[in-house]
């Protein structure tokens, strides 16, 4: 998917919402558990409960791995579900050297067809540019969401006088376009999504921690809007554990409908 059919995306549904599926045996309701793949019932029926209101779904793929053979069986299933108009991220923030990295990219865009990958860069450029497949996007991990987000993303380079995430995100502007390449910052500190669109002003951003971290879903869209929205803002716990009753994907649907229609009103507000 392009960045310009993101972006239609985004106004078609006024919504740059990300549901995340960070799908946990011991927390989706206790009926799934007689389904021959629980994982995969219950993804399914959040998809079907939330497509209308979201452009992205975003598997954790630690859920899956902590599973086995069986978890990556149902994440594959799961990909396959997804509607192909809806942004698909493996959050798997994955990057090694060179040779590694180029397994890690055959494994998440070849043997699986996700659309990107969240990468932590601190390897540098050989880590990062093997997943710069044809077609595919890259997540560069800038400033998290994380209490640890804080404890070197923040030093300033004594040289440029930027934060250290700063110049993470300069960087690797110089291996790949606003077409491949956007940035993790988290929704917990959206002030500083100043601070990152002064060095990425075009780039797509992937914005967890609105829901059950508490970020602030009004504060990113006023610091971090930008003219084709930019925004991805992701929302996991907060929407697919709403409810672990029998009307869980109903819940769902009304937790992304909130969000969705917060997200309108932001949309006519600031694009
Ligand atoms: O800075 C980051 C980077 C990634 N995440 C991931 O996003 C979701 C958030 O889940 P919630 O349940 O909505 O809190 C989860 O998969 C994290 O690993 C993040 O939170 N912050």
């Known amino acids: 998917m392009t960045k310009?059919?993101?972006?239609?995306?985004?106004?078609?549904?006024?919504?740059f919402l990300c549901v995340g599926l960070d799908t946990d045996p011991n927390k989706i309701p206790t009926h799934l558990l007689k389904e021959e793949d629980p994982i995969f019932e219950f993804n399914k029926q959040i998809i079907d409960a939330t497509a209308d209101y979201c452009v992205s779904y975003k598997p954790n793929i630690a859920f899956y791995e902590s599973l086995g053979p069986k978890g990556w069986d149902s994440l594959q299933k799961t990909l396959e579900y997804m509607p192909k108009s809806h942004f698909s991220i493996a959050d798997a923030k994955r990057g090694d050297i060179?040779?590694?990295?180029?397994?890690y990219a055959k494994a998440f865009f070849e043997n699986m067809d996700f659309d990107s990958i969240t990468v932590a860069p601190?390897?540098?450029?050989?880590?990062?540019?093997?997943?710069?497949?044809?077609?595919?996007?890259?997540?560069?991990?800038?400033?998290t969401s994380n209490k640890g987000g804080l404890d070197f993303q923040r030093i300033?380079?004594?040289?440029?006088?930027?934060?250290?995430f700063q110049d993470v995100m300069i960087k690797n502007q110089e291996w790949a376009t606003t077409d491949q390449l956007m940035f993790v910052v988290g929704a917990t500190r959206a002030e500083s999504l100043l601070d990152v669109r002064k060095v990425a002003p075009d780039n797509f951003l992937l914005v967890p921690g609105v829901g059950a971290q508490g970020g602030d879903l009004q504060g990113v869209a006023k610091y971090g809007m930008?003219?084709?929205?930019?925004?991805l803002v992701n929302s996991s716990r907060g929407i697919i554990y709403a409810s672990n009753g029998n009307d869980f994907a109903d819940v769902a649907k009304n937790?992304?409908?909130?969000?969705q229609q917060e997200m309108a009103t932001l949309l006519e507000k600031y694009l």
């Open 156 to 164: 300033v380079n004594q040289e440029t006088g930027n934060y250290l």
């Open 255 to 259: 937790e992304a409908k909130k969000l």
């Open 226 to 231: 930008n003219k084709e929205c930019g925004l």
């Open 98 to 103: 060179g040779n590694t990295s180029n397994m």
């Open 4 to 15: 310009k059919e993101l972006f239609e995306e985004i106004k078609k549904k006024e919504s």
């Open 122 to 143: 601190y390897m540098g450029e050989d880590s990062v540019t093997p997943f710069l497949m044809d077609g595919k996007w890259v997540i560069v991990l800038a400033h």
